[in-house]
T-cell receptor, first 114, second 112 residues
Framework: GAVVSQHPSWVICKSGTSVKIECRSL??????MFWYRQFPKQSLMLMAT?????????EQGVEKDKFLINHASLTLSTLTVTSAHPEDSSFYIC??????????FGPGTRLTVT | GQSLEQPSEVTAVEGAIVQINCTYQ??????LSWYQQHDGGAPTFLSY????GLEETGRFSSFLSRSDSYGYLLLQELQMKDSASYFC?????????????FGGGTRVLVKP
């Protein structure tokens, strides 16, 4: 399956600052990538679909101006959390579709906003 | 809306068999998949059912009944390393870039 990396693996930032998270598909070209958020002991909530060459598609209730997504190339998507607040502290995971039903997930980025 | 229901937690001993049920209510259904996630780790794909019946992959098997909107994951010969969270997920359409909707997850705790 595809190998997916994320950077950084964890980050601590101050309230009001912006944080950029990278998701790379190391051995697979991905026109689509997905971004999820996961709070402790909870499920994965799809935030948005990152589309190479076009705008991201956001799920209902996700603020597109707060969570900026850029699919820069067939192997890189970035998620920028703008003006982060403590309630944005979470585990952010990206994935690359490997077919109709399978997704390959990155190792996740733990964001802590102080 | 979309909903997938799973038990929140299951505890069993090594060598036992555990069945994790998943009932779903979604607008559109193409298939049901299962993922395993260890604490702090990434979800990894386990199994997928698009048609009714049982799919066996080593110690893990998955079942689907489309008419009952129900599926389950069967973990056999439990090992300590199987302690993890297990998520069912629905693919609603083939054309949706295989966007998945996840259930709440079941934490499985394996005791010696």
């Amino acid at each position: 399956g595809a190998v997916v990396s994320q950077h950084p693996s964890w980050v601590i930032c101050k309230s009001g600052t912006s944080v950029k998270i990278e998701c790379r598909s190391l051995d697979f070209q991905a026109t689509t990538m997905f971004w999820y958020r996961q709070f402790p002991k909870q499920s994965l909530m799809l935030m948005a679909t990152s589309n190479e060459g076009s705008k991201a598609t956001y799920e209902q209730g996700v603020e597109k101006d707060k969570f900026l997504i850029n699919h820069a190339s067939l192997t890189l998507s970035t998620l920028t959390v703008t003006s982060a607040h403590p309630e944005d502290s979470s585990f952010y995971i990206c994935s690359v579709p490997g077919g109709i039903y399978e997704q390959y997930f990155g190792p996740g980025t733990r964001l802590t906003v102080t | 809306g979309q909903s997938l229901e799973q038990p929140s937690e299951v505890t069993a001993v090594e060598g036992a068999i555990v069945q994790i049920n998943c009932t779903y209510q979604t607008s559109g259904f193409y298939g049901l998949s299962w993922y395993q996630q260890h604490d702090g780790g990434a979800p990894t794909f386990l199994s997928y059912n698009a048609l009714d019946g049982l799919e066996e992959t080593g110690r893990f098997s998955s079942f689907l009944s489309r008419s009952d909107s129900y599926g389950y994951l069967l973990l056999q010969e439990l090992q300590m390393k199987d302690s993890a969270s297990y998520f069912c997920a629905v693919s609603r359409t083939k054309a949706a870039g295989n966007k998945l909707t996840f259930g709440g997850g079941t934490r499985v705790l394996v005791k010696p």
